[in-house]
């Protein structure tokens, strides 16, 4: 477990390319310490992108993303949630306990402690049975036990409500809430404007790979700078 | 049959340590298919406590393993292939044990007419020129040189045994015997090898008795001097007892269908 | 027509009967072949999941290869290895040539590329599915590996069951290197050849009947254990 604190995390004229086209950036970006931030922007501006620069998952093609520590290390304080959860195929308590058993846990204890985060995210009646027969909400659910068990200082999520009835919506952002309560840094990428304004404590704004707005929630949505960003929160579709 | 069934696994599992002293002799397919192995063997065993593993292959395959060091003796029967095997140093000496015959095998309603010939080389040419289909072993074994040697003895020369209707099968005695039965074709077989074949089909016992078809068996041990690894000691135990008259009893007597099949004529020393 | 009726009254006798010699090469037949798969599977398992999850620079190359040797003709195996093992070969000193574990050795020789390629195409669509959260999780090759393996262990049981079914049924490498001693290396297949040769059909076909049914009920069994087809397994 990495005590160190790995944020504030920057990021300088960092550039994803995929076959020699710029997808993201050049971005400039610090993410403190604490809160929630959320990624907007319309589909295809490169947020899943983004997110996946910062977890180190996106080849950075060019500019520099610095943590406090180095990147090896800092990789274990960090955690994923994707839009599409990877279901392994085991039961749903072994892929929970899974992220344990990486760092020589005992198998008995990581069991143990996967039961507690299940209770945690309301998945306890299915703790013995196989992760591939769950619904898309409790996918979701299993997803965030198995990113929160490894205790992460910061959580990055893609849309985890993305194709979620209104109350598995609900119970995610319940989860995500005591989360961040807990001191987890939370940066997470949607398309829901009522989930952005519940959760956000800091927006970011692209389109078109770039940065067009940062800056805190209220006057985000107050009066957001950009034309872009003020056509998007009118709900008119960007380009 | 349970206990059966156990004693075997427990037979298999345990095997090497319980058995008796092991040797690899290489023989004829004949010596197997006539079934003389299954009587000689099992006395063998009781005699001298020895397992003798055969490897059933032709005699060009049986003199091959022999040189390679990879069995302790060779029971084959072409004499001039055993004497360059002994001239090659492979083998320490050659010890004839019997012989049995080669009898030639054909169509029932005989189409060449080979049943009245006078001698072996009569009743080829009459197959040559009556250009009917005749199965050659084909496989470089005794069988096979002793068959080409009988087509030379004939006059029928090998430009002469044209594939219109000489067919080599390349085959051990019992494929070749099927190739026979299965285009109704002539062939020469061993007597041993043919009283046992199961598919005879059409096929008769057209010509036997003349004395060129006699075929001698000559066990020859592997020169320990060339492969130090071989039993020697196994080997020279297994020659006095297949000399011996107790080997002779059983080869005489040894019949199938009501006929002798092997002539014992070892000489003891 | 009526051989094969004879064949299977045969087989029925033999089976009903407990021939002992029947017993003595079916146990060998499965000694021979189950070792091997053991073996192979040891080697071609963790092999294809390794080929699935690194990328060096030949591994395209590696791969062609490989499911090129699937193809590799058991003949030649046989007579490759039976002159390595030849007294007068380079590993004549061990003895091992028309032994058992000369079989073994054939078999494992020509069971690996098949085992190893099948459970590379399984590992590569695991892999696809993986990859993103066990790169995020930051784990070794070796946990990945082994993650793969082991949650793709019932479609990679398919694999060494593939190897089986080849193997049970192979003669031509065994016949070469095991020379299908009685009581030593005589086994399913190499038995129905010499039959064959005989001209006894019937008993041939008996032996025929007595593999199948070894090979169904083996891939029975092994399905049965691992509880493949059942409930919301996989």
Redesign the interface.
């Known amino acids: 477990m990495v005590t160190r604190p790995i944020l504030p995390l920057r990021l300088s004229g960092a550039v994803a390319r995929r076959k020699g086209k710029t997808i993201v950036g050049p971005v400039d970006l610090d993410l403190g310490p604490t809160g929630c931030t959320i990624v907007m922007g319309p589909n295809g501006a490169g947020k899943t992108t983004l997110l996946r620069l910062m977890h180190g998952l996106e080849r950075l093609a060019d500019g520099t993303i610095d943590w406090q520590i180095p990147d090896v290390e800092a990789r274990e304080a960090q955690a994923y949630v994707f839009q599409t959860p990877v279901m392994m195929r085991r039961s749903v308590l072994d892929n929970v306990a899974f992220p344990l058993t990486l760092h020589g846990v005992h198998r008995k204890e990581a069991r143990d402690r996967a039961a507690d985060w299940l209770v945690r995210v309301g998945l306890e009646a299915a703790a013995d049975r196989q992760a591939t027969v769950l619904s898309g909400g409790e996918r979701q659910k299993l997803a965030l036990a198995r990113a929160l068990i490894r205790e992460p200082q910061i959580l990055f999520l893609d849309e985890p409500c993305a194709s979620l009835d209104g109350r598995a919506t609900r119970d995610i952002e319940a989860i995500l809430q005591a989360a961040r309560a807990d001191g987890t840094r939370l940066v997470m990428a949607t398309h829901d404007m009522g989930q952005a304004r519940r959760l956000a404590d800091e927006v970011l704004f692209i389109h078109h790979g770039r940065l067009h707005d940062s800056g805190p929630a209220p006057s985000f949505f107050g009066s957001a700078p950009t034309p872009e960003a003020r056509a998007f929160l009118r709900g008119d579709i960007l380009e | 049959?349970k206990k059966?069934?156990i004693f075997?696994?427990a037979?298999?599992t345990m095997g090497t340590v319980l058995q008796a002293e092991e040797m690899?002799m290489a023989v004829t397919?004949s010596f197997q298919?006539s079934g003389l192995s299954d009587v000689l063997l099992p006395e063998i065993k009781a005699d001298l406590d020895l397992?003798v593993?055969?490897?059933?292959?032709g005699t060009g395959q049986a003199i091959r393993l022999g040189?390679?060091?990879?069995v302790d003796a060779i029971l084959v029967h072409s004499r001039k292939a055993e004497e360059a095997f002994i001239a090659g140093g492979n083998g320490t000496h050659r010890t004839e044990i019997m012989y049995n015959d080669f009898v030639l095998i054909g169509p029932g309603d005989d189409p060449a007419g080979v049943a009245s010939a006078g001698s072996a080389a009569e009743a080829l040419t009459l197959i040559a020129e009556a250009r009917v289909p005749f199965a050659s072993r084909g496989d470089d074994s005794g069988t096979h040189k002793k068959e080409l040697s009988l087509w030379e003895a004939a006059g029928v020369g090998e430009s002469a045994r044209d594939v219109s209707w000489y067919k080599e099968a390349g085959?051990?005695?019992?494929?070749t015997?099927?190739t026979a039965?299965g285009m109704n074709a002539y062939i020469m077989s061993d007597r041993a090898s043919w009283l046992?074949?199961?598919?005879?089909g059409d096929l008769k016992l057209l010509f036997a008795g003349d004395p060129v078809l006699f075929n001698q068996y000559a066990y020859l041990p592997v020169n320990p001097e060339a492969?130090p690894?071989v039993k020697a000691d196994l080997a020279a135990k297994l020659e006095d007892w297949l000399i011996s008259d107790r080997a002779g009893a059983l080869i005489d007597g040894y019949t199938l269908n009501g006929e002798t099949l092997f002539t014992f004529n070892a000489k003891q020393e | 027509m009526n051989e094969i009726l004879q064949g299977m009254i045969e087989a029925g006798r033999l089976i009903v009967t407990?021939d002992?010699d029947l017993?003595?090469i079916s146990?060998?037949s499965l000694?021979v072949t189950v070792t091997a798969v053991l073996i192979s599977s040891a080697i071609g398992l963790p092999l294809g999941a390794f080929l699935a999850v690194k990328r060096f620079r030949h591994r395209r190359a590696a791969i062609a290869t490989l499911n090129a040797l699937m193809g590799l003709p058991p003949v030649v195996v046989g007579l490759v290895v039976y002159l390595l093992l030849?007294?007068?070969?380079p590993f004549?000193?061990l003895?091992l040539?028309?032994t058992p574990s000369a079989m073994i050795i054939a078999q494992v020789i020509i069971l690996t590329p098949l085992i190893a390629s099948i459970s590379h195409q399984t590992m590569r669509d695991m892999w696809a599915e993986y990859h993103d959260l066990l790169i995020s999780l930051n784990t070794t090759r070796h946990q990945r590996i082994r993650a793969l393996l082991w949650d793709g262990r019932r479609a990679l049981l398919t694999a060494s069951l593939a190897g089986f079914g080849r193997g049970i049924g192979e003669v031509g490498a065994i016949m070469i290197v095991g020379?299908?001693?009685?009581?030593?290396t005589r086994v399913l297949t190499t038995a129905i050849a010499?039959e064959?040769?005989?001209?006894?059909?019937?008993v041939a076909l008996a032996l025929g009947f007595v593999l199948i049914a070894l090979a169904l009920a083996v891939n029975w069994v092994i399905h049965t254990l691992s509880r493949t087809e059942v409930g919301e397994r996989w």
């Open positions: 049959m059966q069934a075997a696994i037979a298999l690899k397919t298919n397992d593993q055969l490897l059933v292959v040189e390679a060091g990879d085959s051990g005695m019992g494929a015997l099927n039965s046992k074949f199961g598919n005879k492969h690894h | 407990l002992s017993i003595e146990l060998r000694q030849s007294r007068s070969g004549g000193v003895g040539l028309f020379g299908n001693i009685d009581h030593a010499l064959t040769g005989k001209g006894e059909f019937a």
